[in-house]
Structure formats: C-alpha cells, structure tokens
C-alpha cells in the first residue's frame, strides 16, 4: 500500500525499537535508554471482530501471530477487545452489531475482521449490518488485495512460473453498485421491480484512481490497469474512463491500459504475467479478487484492506473470504488470508518490518510444504499451520538477534 498512508490515530506514536535500542528494553512496553530517557513501545488498541463461520477460527490464529510478531521485533504491543457480532448476534439481538456500533469502533487504532454472514440469517441482512456499514461509515474506500503466487503452492493455471502472478487489485469501497441506492416495489405482483444503482462520483472515482496510481509508482514494473464495462454503461464507466486518462496525464512515468471487465476476467487467466496493479469499481474489484486469489492457489490465502487513508477513522483488514459455511467447524479453514490481512494491517499502522516478516513466515510454511491446510493439498488443521508459521516466524527473529 502507499507507504504515506501508514500512520497511527494514536496520540502517543513515540518510538520505533530497532536493535540497538533493545539493548535497554528491560519491562513490557517500555524501553530505557542511557542517561534515564524512558519510552513507551507502541500500543495499538485494536477492535476485533472474528464474526462468523470460519472467520471464529482464522482470526484467533491471526491475532496470535500478530502479537507474537510484535514482540519478537520489540516492535509494539496489541490491546485488544474482542466483539460477538455477526448472525449469532443478530438472531439474539434482532441487528448484526449495537446501533451505536460504528461509535464504539471510532476510537480504535483498527479493526481486525473476520468474516460476516451466515445461513440462519440472509447474506443480505449481514453484510448490509456489519461489515458494509462499517467500511461506508467510515469512509474506507481503499480495498487493496494482492495475490502473489507464493512458493510452494499450486495454482490452478498449468504451468504457471514462479514469480508470473503477482498483482494487486485496488477496489473502490464505498460506492458503484454497493452504495445501497435503488429499491424494490410492487412485492408479489407480475410487475414487481428491483433497482440497484451503480453509483459513481468524480469524488469517489478520482481519489480511489489516485491511490492506484501512487501505488503503482511503489513497483517495479509500474503499471496500472483499469477495469470498466464502458461499452454496455455509457454513463458511469465513460465517467471512470475520463477520470483515468485525466490522472494519468499527472503520472506519466505509469503505464497504463483499460480494458474491459470481461476481456480483464480472461486475461487474468491467460496471461497474468502482463497484470501489476488494477484498478476496478466495488463490484468489478470484488469479483476480481475472487479469481485472481484463486488463481494465487486458495482463497484462503487472498489478503485486504478497507483502508481510510487519511486516519479520520480507523481502518479495517480481513480476509477475501467470507464464513465459508461448507467447512465451518471443522477446524480446517487456512488461517493465512487472516494472518496476511494482519501484516497489511501492521503496515498500515506504521510497522513495516513486523509486516514484513509476517509475510515470509508465510512465504517460508508454503515453501516448507510440510503444514498445509486441505485447500492447499495438506491435511493440517487451522491451529497447526498457525503454529507453522509462528514457528518460522520466531525462527526469523532468532535471526534478526543473533
Ligand atoms: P466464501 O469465501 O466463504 O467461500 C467460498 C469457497 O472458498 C468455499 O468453498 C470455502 O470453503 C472456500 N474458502 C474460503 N475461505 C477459505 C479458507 N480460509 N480456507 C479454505 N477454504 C476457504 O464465499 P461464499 O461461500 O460465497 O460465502 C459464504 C458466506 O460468507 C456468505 O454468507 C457471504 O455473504 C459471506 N461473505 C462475507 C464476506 C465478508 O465478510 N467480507 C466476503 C464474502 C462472503
Ligand atoms: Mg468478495
């Protein structure tokens, strides 16, 4: 993600321990130079949410490497408060979060979720209780998800070479088709009608087209594909088309191309190699992200953001996947898609370092091929390729120490 986004809404932001300063680390939270000069470790106070199905089971193994990661670095500490929202909720409470939820949530650094939705309630009476109020109440209209094929894991696409997946879908989150605008009348008549309205701003365009961009100047190969259906949608996406050629005149050292979403779908299957960054609306991005995670080898590995990146409200990191009724409590679900949106999260609030070795204590379990959940082609549980990649990741910091 854009590197000047990551920044803490917590006042007191002090110190990065590095190794050196560890030599004086003596209590949790504290770090003691010479001459008395005591400063506190960073704190994150972060709302967690696990909400349904499977999203119960990744996410206390995601929060589990998230601390152990932010101890090992010396790098900063968690205070936690854990939330039963989600369809348990709602069938006890007749709503999927209190009323005064998002006021609840304000004055966290992040949320940390797991997935919302469940058979006993309708998908659309969950997602439109938790989390999309969440991500438009907050004004997260950043969804960043990368999928990288990682090494070890098969993908579904023959003879695909290592390093020739790796891209990254940015989803607008706020408006498109899931601004919520539209409705439905004339209930059981032969003429009963439905609307749903893709909703686009030059606003809303332009800020989630801009972060794209910057994103794609943070890579190597610097290009940044947007996504449209402009042939079929000549008002909304010829909007989107306009607004992309008029940034991109502002960032002439991105290449860029536009193609449309169907031709998009195909091409990622065919030659994703040719992919960097993409850029596409709420419905377009989510849809994406599905098949590009797939294409990285599972869903269960598929990483995102809803990301506010001017800190006015906190931001919130979960997996791609939702509650994945098929195999809830079975213990099974692959914990890496939550342990990755963790890293993201660290990113986002300022730690890079601890980001990154969460990543390739990942990056190290699927090379190592040994504890792999059923998804990709093992037979661990979800608690034992936690312990997995806890285990390289303490294993990397024995290194950064030594
Ligand atoms: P899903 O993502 O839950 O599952 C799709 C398929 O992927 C299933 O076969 C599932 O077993 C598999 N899968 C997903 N995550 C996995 C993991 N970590 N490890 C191994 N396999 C995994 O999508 P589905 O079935 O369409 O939706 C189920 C429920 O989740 C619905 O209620 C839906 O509304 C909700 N949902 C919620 C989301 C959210 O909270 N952000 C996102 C997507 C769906
Ligand atoms: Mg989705």
């Given at each position: 993600?854009?590197?000047?986004?990551?920044r803490?809404?917590?006042?007191?932001?002090?110190?990065w321990?590095g190794?050196?300063?560890?030599?004086?680390?003596?209590a949790?939270?504290?770090?003691?130079?010479?001459?008395?000069?005591?400063?506190a470790?960073?704190s994150?106070?972060?709302?967690?949410?696990?909400?349904?199905g499977?999203g119960?089971?990744?996410?206390?193994?995601?929060v589990?490497?998230?601390?152990?990661?932010?101890a090992?670095?010396?790098?900063?500490?968690?205070d936690?408060e854990?939330?039963?929202?989600?369809?348990?909720?709602?069938?006890?409470?007749?709503?999927m979060?209190p009323a005064d939820?998002?006021?609840?949530?304000?004055?966290?650094?992040?949320?940390?979720?797991?997935?919302?939705?469940?058979?006993?309630?309708?998908?659309?009476?969950?997602?439109?209780g938790?989390?999309?109020?969440?991500?438009?109440?907050?004004?997260?209209y950043?969804?960043?998800?990368p999928?990288?094929?990682l090494?070890g894991v098969?993908s579904?696409?023959?003879?695909?070479?290592?390093g020739?997946?790796?891209?990254i879908?940015?989803?607008e989150n706020t408006?498109?088709?899931?601004?919520?605008?539209?409705?439905?009348?004339h209930?059981?008549?032969?003429?009963?009608?439905?609307?749903?309205?893709?909703?686009?701003?030059?606003?809303?365009?332009?800020r989630?087209?801009?972060?794209?961009?910057d994103?794609?100047r943070?890579r190597?190969?610097?290009?940044?594909?947007?996504?449209t259906?402009?042939n079929?949608?000549q008002?909304?996406?010829?909007?989107?088309?306009?607004?992309?050629a008029e940034?991109a005149a502002?960032?002439?050292d991105?290449?860029?191309?536009a193609?449309?979403?169907d031709a998009?779908?195909?091409?990622c299957?065919?030659?994703?190699?040719?992919?960097?960054?993409?850029?596409?609306?709420?419905?377009?991005?989510d849809?994406?992200?599905?098949l590009t995670?797939?294409?990285a080898?599972?869903l269960?590995?598929a990483?995102?953001?809803?990301?506010?990146?001017?800190?006015a409200?906190?931001?919130?990191?979960?997996?791609?996947h939702?509650?994945?009724?098929?195999?809830?409590g079975?213990?099974?679900?692959?914990?890496m898609?939550?342990?990755?949106?963790?890293?993201l999260?660290?990113?986002?609030?300022?730690?890079?370092d601890?980001?990154?070795?969460m990543?390739?204590?990942?990056?190290?379990t699927?090379?190592?091929?040994?504890?792999?959940t059923?998804d990709l082609?093992?037979?661990a549980?979800?608690?034992?390729?936690?312990?997995?990649?806890?285990?390289?990741?303490?294993?990397?910091?024995?290194?950064?120490t030594?």
């Amino acid at each position: 993600m854009a590197r000047d986004a990551r920044r803490c809404r917590s006042a007191w932001h002090l110190a990065w321990i590095g190794d050196r300063i560890r030599l004086w680390y003596n209590a949790e939270n504290v770090a003691t130079f010479p001459g008395g000069l005591v400063l506190a470790m960073q704190s994150y106070h972060i709302a967690v949410i696990p909400g349904d199905g499977i999203g119960q089971e990744v996410t206390p193994v995601g929060v589990k490497v998230l601390q152990a990661a932010g101890a090992l670095l010396d790098a900063c500490t968690f205070d936690l408060e854990w939330f039963d929202w989600g369809c348990d909720y709602y069938l006890k409470h007749g709503r999927m979060m209190p009323a005064d939820g998002l006021d609840i949530l304000r004055q966290f650094d992040a949320i940390y979720f797991g997935a919302c939705g469940f058979p006993t309630v309708p998908d659309h009476i969950s997602l439109r209780g938790l989390r999309l109020p969440i991500c438009q109440g907050f004004d997260q209209y950043v969804c960043v998800r990368p999928a990288r094929l990682l090494p070890g894991v098969p993908s579904p696409l023959a003879g695909i070479a290592p390093g020739a997946l790796d891209l990254i879908v940015v989803r607008e989150n706020t408006e498109g088709l899931y601004a919520g605008v539209g409705g439905r009348t004339h209930r059981g008549h032969a003429h009963e009608v439905a609307m749903q309205t893709q909703v686009f701003t030059r606003h809303g365009v332009e800020r989630i087209i801009r972060y794209a961009f910057d994103l794609a100047r943070t890579r190597p190969r610097r290009h940044l594909t947007s996504a449209t259906k402009s042939n079929a949608c000549q008002y909304s996406f010829v909007l989107w088309d306009d607004i992309f050629a008029e940034v991109a005149a502002e960032y002439p050292d991105v290449t860029t191309d536009a193609q449309l979403i169907d031709a998009l779908a195909a091409r990622c299957v065919t030659h994703p190699e040719s992919l960097d960054v993409i850029v596409a609306s709420n419905l377009f991005g989510d849809i994406l992200s599905d098949l590009t995670g797939a294409l990285a080898g599972s869903l269960g590995l598929a990483a995102s953001t809803n990301i506010n990146p001017t800190s006015a409200y906190p931001s919130m990191f979960e997996p791609v996947h939702g509650s994945a009724p098929d195999i809830s409590g079975r213990g099974i679900a692959n914990p890496m898609a939550a342990i990755w949106s963790g890293a993201l999260m660290l990113e986002f609030l300022g730690q890079p370092d601890v980001a990154d070795a969460m990543v390739a204590a990942i990056e190290a379990t699927t090379a190592a091929g040994r504890v792999l959940t059923p998804d990709l082609g093992g037979s661990a549980t979800t608690e034992e390729v936690g312990e997995a990649v806890l285990s390289h990741l303490t294993r990397q910091g024995q290194l950064l120490t030594t």
